[in-house]
């Protein structure tokens, strides 16, 4: 389905939260559902989700709602899920080692092809299946193999610079856990920086604010 208009970084950032639920309801055996379903479902409004869905031609029908399968294979489409991307992870420690063993890449549109670390204990060892490199090999694997992204787990201060490096060797996109945010829109290349202490803050100021709100006895 072809956009309608340039779609907003919100818009774009809904997408997969769509799409996990769509493959939750085919899971549970839904075949149709409506906006309004769909909305009460994920605690939206009907509004909201057909207006997102038209910025790329709309995929429902008036009176039908959206049929389960095509919905999903559109917006499978949309996000690139089948397109045969490529990734790295850079940095075995304990959460590069967390993602290895527990995050399915593969569901979320992208091969992982292995695992950096300048550690040479770590070398030759595998986690969740994915063989660990010493980080002198990087540049030689990085023009065998052009992966398109890299997922950062290194320490904060070595971002910058390893960052810039990546990108000036083909590397497209970087799903940053470093702490540091990187900002190379200016190299044309997509960054997503990853802080969970960002939720976890924004989850302290709403249960300070739902305190507040409520009744004092």
């Known amino acids: 389905m072809e956009r309608k208009q340039e779609v907003s970084k919100a818009v774009i950032q809904r997408l997969p ?5 769509i493959c939750e309801l085919k899971a549970e055996g839904v075949q149709r559902i409506s906006s309004r379903a769909l ?26 709602g959206y049929n389960v399968d095509k919905l999903l294979d559109e917006l499978g489409a949309i996000l690139g899920l089948r397109a045969g991307r490529t990734a790295i992870l850079i940095g075995a420690g304990n959460l590069g080692r967390a993602l290895l063993n527990n995050f399915d890449f593969a569901a979320s ?19 969740g299946g994915f063989e660990v490199r010493h980080s002198d090999t990087l540049s030689a694997f ?5 992966p398109d992204v890299a997922v950062l ?27 540091e945010d990187l900002h190379l829109e200016g190299l044309g290349v997509p960054v997503e920086n990853v802080h969970l202490s960002d939720s976890m803050m924004t989850l302290c100021h709403l249960v300070g604010t739902r305190e507040d709100s409520m009744p004092h006895k």
Request: glycine residues 14%; contains cysteine; hydrophobic residues 35%.
């Open 153 to 179: 787990t290194i320490p904060r201060g070595n971002a910058p610079a390893l960052a810039r490096k990546l990108v000036e060797r083909g590397i497209r996109g970087l799903w940053n856990f470093t702490g």
């Open 39 to 64: 909305a009460e479902r994920m605690g939206l409004t009907a509004s909201q989700i057909r207006q997102d869905f038209n910025c790329f031609g709309g995929f429902g029908q008036q009176g039908y």
């Open 142 to 146: 990085l023009e065998e193999r052009k």
């Open 17 to 21: 939260r769509y799409y996990r639920n």
């Open 109 to 127: 549109g992208f091969e992982l092809l292995c695992a950096f670390d300048a550690n040479p204990e770590l070398t030759g060892q595998r986690f």
